[in-house]
């Protein structure tokens, strides 16, 4: 790992991985809503559109380059930086470096590249729009942060994105796209050397903008923190009441947080772990386990200059909303008044540090995480010491940090109540701190020559030998895959039931796969749901299930020392599945709420009706699960559809990952 600045002030991160002949580029800018007024509210995100728009030495749409070197491009705005990442193999990384040099400064920013892309972002909030949880949380931000640009959702609104004009957005371009506000990541395989070479040739004559620009930047950057200063939470007295057309009731409510460089935030997130992290953990007891919430998670967002705690809960068929803020209440009450176990605390620093591994194992991962600790924590080594940090929270540590910022008096409380099923639900994605990642159309064709002519010169491949999974199969009819792969001290293991899809159910029962995948994790012969849970999440481990068209999908992943727990595990769920009549009531209310917000999404619901007209009447694939389905499917069938579809003959594993495989097939045998 190199840390390297060029004279210009551009800020390059190297990290040579050898593991594939893979690179991956990504340059983040020091811009995104935070640094916007109320009158530019979604400038960020508009200006991300165009920097797709071409170049004034490549006229065409740069979607059109990244496919053309097979990229996997793409860019997102949050509330601290603008992103911009792609990853091709390794003889193409001189051609992206190239590409990302040039729309560093000679973007093309005019009317028609802007009336273009206004459409494209204008549909994008139109369609946030259409969801009653962004609605929700929207009224949620702005109310908790009323004069900071954290209270506003970084997309912006349609009203003010359809009033920037071409030299309005210019402005802001010239002022934050700049070598000094920006950081370059490369990660993969590369020499270093050679290719910080590479970089100063096409990045170190990229002068700044002038200083009229800079100045510009210096001005906005005071202007905004002499707002922070003067700018904490505003919780209000009563609770946010929203009642619009919807399908199901939503809660949110959002505690204020310091920022990413406070030295509670390692204790925070520990917190948030014990309070929402699987099914042992104390806000899913209290909420989902009891039959309140259908769903219930919390996320601490720690940014740049403050940061907040949401918790985030759906509530099940016929509960009120009042009495699930109470139940709420007192589980918070609780982590602030008593101290937690020394066993919750462990289990959470598990699933922690194990979370941390398993999203940072390949090379784009990596770079993301390397650019945002630069960018947002200024030090790319900031995980490094977040990890170390972990190791020293307390349970007093968790106590003091709840009763700190878990603050009755702090919160704002967001209720959602639906008056009709008119709206359009989305509540995967209710964690709208999550930045967008876009879906760029390349607009009309264009001869592959034209693109080609633009196109930066490409050497060769050279080609690399890459390992190959060994295969075997037990006596039983299993189909077994390995990979060793030592790169991270992770093991990911991957399998398919080719039987027991949702083109196995009985039209009559539609449904019943997906209930029977969703219920495998509810008990064995030997265990209830929660003790199974509890053995994968005292090590960090997770195993999931979920019912496809044509079959089941199983997952999961362990560090490379608990692989045994979690192949014994799934082991005993494929074969000693109870399915006890209590979870599949709660399971079958789930299923309900989330029927109800599938027939109120238009996509949704429009993919439904194509695919009926597409299949006919008895085939597998025109039944969809329906609330008469549903509420007619018993203990006794997802048993029998288990006993008749889970078999080894059908089943293929794949494990990738740190082990030794011929202790592995010794496990698996």
């Known amino acids: 790992m190199k840390k390297t600045v060029l004279q210009n002030g551009l800020t390059v991160l190297t990290k040579e991985i050898h593991t594939a002949p893979v690179v991956s580029v990504q340059v983040w800018y020091r811009v995104g809503s935070r640094n916007e007024t109320p009158e530019q509210n979604g400038i960020s995100h508009q200006l991300e559109h165009l920097l797709f728009k071409g170049t004034v030495d490549r006229p ?63 549909s994008e909030l139109q369609g946030y729009e259409n969801s009653p949880d962004y609605r929700l949380t929207r009224a949620v931000m702005a109310a908790a942060f009323p004069h900071h640009p954290y209270g506003q959702m970084p997309g912006g609104t349609k009203a003010v994105v359809e009033q ?31 290719v910080l070479q590479t970089v100063q040739e096409l990045f170190g004559h990229l002068a700044p903008p002038q200083a009229a620009a800079r100045l510009d930047a210096s001005s906005a950057s005071s202007a905004s923190s002499a707002q ?22 939503l809660l949110e409510a959002v505690y204020p947080l310091p920022n990413l460089n406070h030295p509670d935030v390692p204790a925070i997130n520990l917190m ?37 705690y949401t918790i985030f809960a759906v509530a099940a068929p016929e509960q009120d909303l009042a009495q699930l803020d109470r139940v709420l209440q007192q589980a918070v009450a609780d982590i602030r008044q008593n101290p937690v176990t020394e066993e919750e605390l462990q289990r959470a620093k598990a699933l922690l540090k194990t979370a941390i591994v398993l999203n940072n194992q390949d090379i784009t991962s990596q770079a993301s995480q390397l650019a945002y600790d630069q960018t947002v924590a200024d030090d790319y080594r900031y995980s490094d010491r977040y990890l170390a940090a972990l190791e020293q929270v307390t349970v007093a540590d968790i106590q003091r940090v709840a ?64 390992a190959l999974p060994t295969q075997f199969k037990l006596d039983n009819g299993l ?19 080719g039987t027991g899809g949702s083109g196995f159910d009985p039209e009559a029962k539609a449904g019943l796969a997906s209930l029977t995948a969703d219920n495998l994790m509810n008990g064995t012969q030997r265990q209830t749901a929660l003790s199974l849970a509890q053995t994968l999440e005292d090590v960090g481990a997770e195993l999931s299930f979920g019912a496809y068209q044509e079959g089941v999908s199983f997952s999961g992943y362990a560090l490379n020392q608990h692989l045994p727990t979690l192949v014994q595990t799934m082991a005993e769920v494929l074969q000693q599945a109870t399915f006890p009549a209590d979870q599949l009531e709660l399971s079958r209310q789930r299923a309900l709420t989330s029927l109800k917000a599938e027939l109120d999404d238009p996509s949704s619901l429009g993919w439904r009706i194509f695919q009926q007209a597409i299949y006919p009447s008895g085939h597998p694939f025109h039944a969809f699960p329906t609330e008469t389905n549903l509420k007619q499917i018993t203990q006794a069938d997802l048993v029998q559809f288990y006993r008749t579809y889970y078999h080894p003959g059908a089943t293929s594993l794949v494990l990738v990952g740190d082990f030794n495989p011929e202790q592995v097939r010794s496990l698996l045998r």
């Open 228 to 249: 922070q200063r003067s700018q904490q939470s505003s919780a209000p007295t009563a609770p946010i009441w929203l009642q619009e057309a919807g399908s199901v009731a």
């Open 479 to 497: 189909q077994v895959l390995l990979l060793p792969d030592p790169s991270t001290p992770m093991v990911n293991l991957s399998g398919w039931i």
């Open 164 to 194: 920037f004009t071409p030299e309005q957005v210019q402005r802001y371009y010239r002022t934050y796209y700049r070598p000094d506000n920006a950081i370059l990541v490369i990660t993969g395989d590369f020499v270093t050397a050679s």
């Open 60 to 122: 065409l749409q740069f979607g059109r380059f990244f496919n053309a070197l097979g990229s996997q491009s793409n860019a997102f705005t949050g509330y601290d930086e603008t992103a911009y990442f792609g990853t091709v193999e390794s003889n193409k990384l001189e051609a992206l470096l190239t590409l990302e040099a040039d729309r560093m400064l000679n973007s093309v920013i005019g009317s028609e590249q802007l009336d273009s892309e206004r459409q494209v972002v204008s």
């Open 272 to 308: 948030d772990y014990i309070l929402t992290a699987g099914r042992n953990s104390r806000l899913y007891q209290a909420l989902v386990e009891s039959g309140l919430a259908s769903s219930a998670s919390a996320y601490p967002e720690t940014l740049l200059e403050l940061g907040w």
């Open 403 to 466: 009763q700190t910022y878990l603050d009755p008096s702090q919160r704002t409380l967001g209720l959602f109540e639906p008056t009709a099923t008119a709206g359009q639900a989305n509540l995967a994605t209710a964690d709208r701190s999550e930045p967008t990642i876009e879906s760029f159309s390349p607009s009309q064709p264009v001869d592959p020559a034209e693109v080609a002519r633009y196109l930066p010169p490409i050497p060769p491949s050279t080609t690399t030998s890459q």
